[in-house]
């Protein structure tokens, strides 16, 4: 049980971000300030596209971790990498479309687009391996993939600790933009090492 708690405590944040994501395309009076103002900003297609792209992928990515239910279920583990990819790609470019409106100007812009082309590139390199038979690759790519779709996670999570401890948000937003993501590239390098030096699994 308690091995397992990063994992579980994972999939909660995952599901929990995810559903808010939907739930934003589902019931427009929901939506706070923050999403409202990323709608006016920039453009309510590219907005959602990103919001129900990314909301299905980091519930999909999340279920995938469990080596049980791969195991269990296979046709359904295939099934959703293929929905995984697919919304990865979509939410990728939406993404990356939206970085150039995100607020904090230029350190922003480059953070967000960088997340969102690292995002499509790794997952571009997990359905690569996949489709070569290249399992362990494969699994250490999208160990990175599903890193940088926690950022969804991550960042809403800085948000309000910026905000508690007294920083500008603008000031905050711009370091947010890449410390969203790039300490989860650094924490899922962590787990890929021990990983790969496991001899690959070719099918």
Request: aromatic share 14%; hydrophobic share 55%; glycine share 8%.
């Amino acid at each position: 049980m308690t091995r397992n708690l990063p994992r579980y405590l994972m999939t909660f944040l995952a599901f929990g971000i995810g559903l808010y994501a939907i739930a934003n395309i589902l019931l427009p009076d929901l939506r706070q300030e923050f999403v409202i103002n990323m709608i006016d900003a920039s453009s309510a297609t590219g907005t959602l596209l990103h919001f129900l792209a990314g909301g299905i992928v980091i519930i999909a990515g999340a279920i995938q971790f469990s080596a049980r239910f791969r195991a269990k279920y296979l046709h359904i583990h295939r099934l959703l990498g293929k929905v995984y990819v697919v919304g990865c790609l979509i939410g990728g470019v939406a993404g990356l479309y939206l970085a150039f409106y995100s607020t904090g100007g230029l350190v922003s812009h480059y953070g967000f687009g960088m997340l969102a082309i690292c995002w499509i590139v790794t997952t571009s390199m997990a359905y690569r391996h996949i489709r070569a038979g290249n399992i362990r690759i494969h699994q250490d790519w999208m160990i990175r993939s599903y890193a940088l779709t926690l950022a969804a996670v991550t960042l809403r999570l800085y948000l309000p600790i910026s905000q508690i401890a007294g920083y500008e948000f603008v000031d905050a937003y711009r370091a947010i933009a890449w410390m969203a993501w790039v300490p989860n590239l650094i924490i899922a390098e962590w787990f890929i090492i021990p990983l790969s030096n496991k001899k690959p699994v070719l099918t």
